[in-house]
């Protein structure tokens, strides 16, 4: 059960940062659709707790590859930062204005990118 567990979460997190274009327009439609699909699961405590540590450790890594590969080379380049990259258009302007943000504070560059 953990595994088929972790299987869906790692491909619903994936869905969640690709583009959601269509899926927005007909979002009515596609939550029937969706529900369908997804199964309920019986978890014990233990596996639930692994479930929660993946998504932390993955969520972590993905603001990681984000500051990396995005943020920090153009740092002095502000106005580029202006807008999330084409490659992750689910984020939103004002949650990626607020990560860059975070990202450049001096004293988060001190403690997380030494």
């Known amino acids: 059960d953990c595994r088929r567990w972790?299987?869906?979460?790692?491909?619903?997190?994936?869905?969640?940062?690709?583009?959601?274009?269509?899926?927005?327009?007909?979002?009515?439609?596609?939550?029937?659709?969706?529900?369908?699909?997804?199964?309920?699961?019986k978890l014990s405590l233990k596996c639930k707790s692994q479930v929660?540590?993946?998504?932390?450790?993955?969520?972590?890594?993905?603001?990681?590859?984000?500051?990396t590969k995005f943020v920090i080379p153009n740092k002095?380049?502000?106005?580029s930062l202006r807008l999330p990259p084409i490659e992750y258009p689910s984020i939103k302007?004002?949650?990626?204005?607020?990560?860059?943000?975070k990202v450049l504070f001096e004293q988060f560059q001190v403690c997380c990118l030494l």
């Open 6 to 41: 972790l299987t869906m979460l790692s491909s619903l997190f994936r869905s969640s940062t690709e583009d959601q274009g269509e899926e927005n327009k007909q979002k009515k439609k596609g939550l029937q659709k969706q529900e369908k699909k997804f199964k309920k699961f």
């Open 52 to 67: 929660l540590k993946w998504m932390g450790v993955a969520s972590r890594n993905f603001r990681c590859e984000l500051a």
């Open 76 to 79: 002095d380049d502000r106005k």
């Open 93 to 101: 302007k004002e949650d990626w204005k607020l990560f860059v943000d």
